[in-house]
């Protein structure tokens, strides 16, 4: 896994330099970008082996919006699996869902560790290195979730899920490790039009929990990511 290049996109010199450190000391790569375009070249020009294994997006850049980059790889079948972890500020709470919705992968707020940052970029370096083998059933916990036969089970015994509750559970489990929006959600499992009844989730998360969880307050498989969305826990 080292020697892996990993893209940063940003344009802050404090967390530039920053993250070249902590990526360096760990052995990765580091290749910088100060914006969008400059991003979307260093993309381009990288040949394999060389290209970046994954992409560290700022999401205020003096070019534009970081989600405009996002959505241009998501676009692109060169690089529509690239793994993007998005850094957002505070008051950058709409920017980071709607880069989630366009296809990020994962976000971190500032101010975060060097410890944050290299355990979110060994799981999605992780997942990524899984992707070609498309994991029909998949194992979280006490729980197994088989894709193809629509069969959950909890210890080992079969729970029975309305048509919704496995929609959305499925929704879920087809990335497990990482958040999925509201919107992405509502849209997957009720239809585009529905993407405001935020309610709808609430409700069924909660009975999903409660056939699935074994304290359903504190929930260790499906986890809320505040403001935001949920995520299958990935182990
Ligand atoms: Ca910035």
Known sequence: MRGEAIL???????????????????GYRPLHAGGIEEGWARLGANPEPQAPRLVVLDLGLPDGDGVALVSRLRAD?????LPVLVLSARHDEDQKIAALDAGADDYLTKPF?????LARMRAMLRRAALVPAPARVLRVGALDIDLDRREVKRDGQPVRLTP????LL????????????????????WGAEQIDQLHYLRIYMGHLRAKLEDN????????????????????
């Open 170 to 189: 499925a929704c879920l489990a087809s990335r497990p490790g990482h958040v999925v929006t509201h919107r992405q959600l509502l849209s997957t499992v």
């Open 164 to 167: 919704i509750e496995y929609r």
């Open 77 to 81: 079948p060169r690089f529509a699996a």
């Open 8 to 26: 940063l996109v940003e344009d802050d010199p404090g967390v530039v330099q920053f993250v070249s450190a902590t990526l360096s000391a760990q």
């Open 216 to 235: 359903p307050a504190e929930p260790r498989h499906l986890l809320t990511e505040l403001g935001v969305g949920y995520r299958l826990a990935d182990e």
């Open 113 to 117: 560790s060097a410890g944050e940052l």
